[in-house]
């Protein structure tokens, strides 16, 4: 599998869950794809849960959907200040409009929901959100991974192999 | 890439560096291995440098070295303690004799260097033990991922996709 010159964009903001930032952008790279992540600011340093640092390379106002094949949303409590950022639901409606693949994982799916974009989509989360995702108009299912369409969806850390095998399964069919 | 039915063994000990010790262990299940973590005992919580837990599930006595395809040793402060451990050293000079994978990272080289397999080899690590390296016998280099026959090394977090790259190429080549 070699996806060398295309681009995924991550969101990030503090809190965000270690291991579900890192794996798949360390996973992407190694696929051969170019990554970039976008912050309230470029060079701005962020810190996981547990405090694994991130750096943003742009802003979320500087970040242009068609520069990128691929979304990225980590979990943890990022979501929860992402979801409040008007240029990131923007950025999430303009690459679902373009059927750009986007992959959540955990409390992704709080954006995915400000977005306005789940309506009759099946997808995960993490159980704790659950709620939230069926108010907002989707299908929930308690599995390790979730493809509908351009959303791959997945519940929580232990789930990463199955979300980024996934993920790059839906990338490198298109 | 199908490794399933494969199996890899990871060292563990507190302070290891959270995603030196995840990303390979996810990466290797993503594959289709069986990925086991050997610790001081089963079941015993350890937290990275960072506090990313993980937990171990079988002890250094009961691994058993002719079960495995694949060794890990993550880097961060762990291998200073796992390299006093004569059951590391017995699995990782039995692993090597048997020209098993053995995957090595940034302050990793600690528990190759006290189990005596280095003499000769080519070899990066964090610059900071670099010396130990060279004092070991290896030839030291300074790049993102060195393969020299079974030893796989690496030198930091950002090289983990190299690194992970060069380890699964070395196990399907066989």
Request: charged fraction near 25%; aromatic fraction near 8%.
């Amino acid at each position: 599998m070699n996806l060398t010159g295309r681009k995924a964009l991550s969101f990030i903001h503090d809190d965000f869950e270690d291991l579900e930032y890192w794996y798949p952008v360390y996973r992407l790279r190694e696929a051969g794809m170019v990554v970039e992540t976008a912050g309230e600011g470029a060079g701005r340093i962020y810190h996981g849960k547990y405090g694994v640092p991130a750096a943003a390379d742009l802003s979320f106002d500087q970040a242009r959907s068609d520069d990128y094949d691929v979304l990225l949303v980590p979990g943890g409590w990022a979501p929860d200040k992402l979801r409040r950022f008007p240029a990131v639901l923007e950025i999430t409606r303009a690459m679902n409009n373009s059927g750009k693949i986007i992959g959540q994982i955990c409390h992704a799916g709080w954006v995915l929901i400000s977005a306005g974009i789940l309506d009759g989509k099946r997808v995960t989360s993490t159980p704790g959100i659950r709620d939230d995702m069926v108010n907002a108009g989707a299908t929930w299912v308690d599995e390790a991974v979730v493809v509908d369409g351009n959303l791959v969806s997945s519940r929580r850390p232990p789930d990463l192999p199955a979300y980024l095998a996934a993920l790059l399964d839906t990338l490198t069919a298109r």
